[in-house]
């Protein structure tokens, strides 16, 4: 499908989010209304490359003197913590977790520089350190961490947890395998020449990055849909671009990718390790997602008998960002409660 280089470039910049630099605002900035049922802190953590994450603390009210089970969110890769993972955390938090949404490293308002930056290691990174801070939260319990990794950050949650034997249990939503489809493209429709094709220009664009003191960066999401678009791209501009999901720190809605931030995706498949997850996996995905085989082909590599892949039926991708007629809430608690809540 996306055979021409180019237009693989332009497509993965839906997915592969940059942010503009920008201080919150002290009043609501997020795309889902306020819930009172929850206070909210930001708060900092450093990573151990020494990146200073920032992130939206969701704690229930009323906080008794137990211990909580809790669970670092991220993604979809691109989007900001007071988009999907926000409403995600702002959610699970009503429920009786301790929730914390961050945004990655050189994105949103983490620190981190060159901006706009993506690295599977850095990116795979923040989880751990997410749960560095939670495990010393005091009203943390640091044997009780989970985390949720949405679209491209459902690749990271992975492999995070592949290395991280302190998340205790992983749930990943509309999983994209960002590795793979920047290498491969859409359906692994790129081949081992049109990859070297690719790999000419983005360093050639080093060389002129590196001559004019500044990254280009990639184009960003068209405005408006036009009909000869593929529907998940429509999809997409019907969240990023409109009321529904827009956030001017978001690259879906506003801003581009580094081009040369795909080189390191294209060189470092993050999922070699997968089948050695002990802990339990939830992995979700809409019935009609463009992106399903991520899921169920991630599903395929976990070994035992506590991982679970559910399909939403009548979904489609971008359905699982906020649809809260598709989003499976329950579905997530339960997991959630059955493996932090209630393990021993």
Same mark, same amino acid.
């Given at each position: ?41 930001k708060v900092t953590f450093k990573n151990r490359y020494g990146i200073t994450l920032v992130a939206d603390l969701y704690t229930p009210k009323n ?38 949404? /961050?945004?990655?490293?050189?994105? $949103?308002?983490? &620190? @981190? ?8 290691? !850095? +990116? ?121 999901? /827009?956030?001017?720190?978001?690259? $879906?809605?506003? &801003? @581009? ?8 995706? !294209? +060189? ?5 390790y997968s089948s050695e997850i002990k802990n339990p996996v939830l992995i979700i995905h809409g019935e009609n997602a463009h992106s399903r085989y ?51």
């Open positions: 499908m996306f055979k021409n280089i180019t237009l693989l470039l332009i497509a993965l910049v839906i997915i592969i989010g940059g942010i503009n630099m920008s201080n919150a605002k002290e009043n609501w900035d997020k795309t889902f209304p306020k819930s009172d049922k929850v206070n909210i802190e906080l008794g003197k137990d211990k909580l089970p809790a669970i670092a969110i991220s993604g979809p890769f691109g989007a900001v913590k007071e988009q999907v993972s926000g409403r995600y955390a702002q959610t699970i938090a009503e429920k009786g977790f301790i929730t914390l949404a /961050f945004d990655p490293s050189f994105t $949103g308002e983490s &620190g @981190g520089e060159v901006r706009n930056v993506a690295s599977p290691d !850095i +990116n795979t990174e923040d989880f751990s350190a997410a749960v560095d801070y939670l495990s010393n939260h005091k009203n943390v319990n640091p044997d009780k961490i989970g985390i949720i990794g949405i679209c491209g950050f459902g690749g990271f949650g992975l492999n995070a947890a592949a290395i991280d034997t302190r998340i205790k249990a992983t749930a990943t939503i509309t999983m994209y395998d960002m590795t793979r489809v920047t290498a491969k493209g859409y359906n692994d429709t790129i081949d081992e020449n049109s990859r070297y094709e690719m790999k000419e220009k983005l360093n050639a664009q080093r060389t002129e990055d590196f001559k004019n003191d500044f990254f280009v960066q990639s184009q960003s999401l068209p405005d408006k849909i036009t009909e000869d678009m593929p529907q998940f791209l429509k999809d997409y501009i019907g969240f990023y671009k409109t009321e529904r999901g /827009f956030h001017k720190r978001s690259i $879906g809605s506003n &801003g @581009g990718w580094n081009i040369t931030s795909s080189l390191s995706l !294209i +060189n470092m498949p993050i999922l070699a991520f899921s169920e082909d991630a599903f395929k590599k976990l070994k035992g008998d506590n991982k679970e892949l559910y399909i939403v039926k009548g979904a489609n991708h971008v359905d699982l960002y906020d649809n809260l007629d598709k989003i499976p809430f329950d579905k997530i608690e339960g997991f959630f409660t059955k493996n932090l809540k209630e393990s021993k």
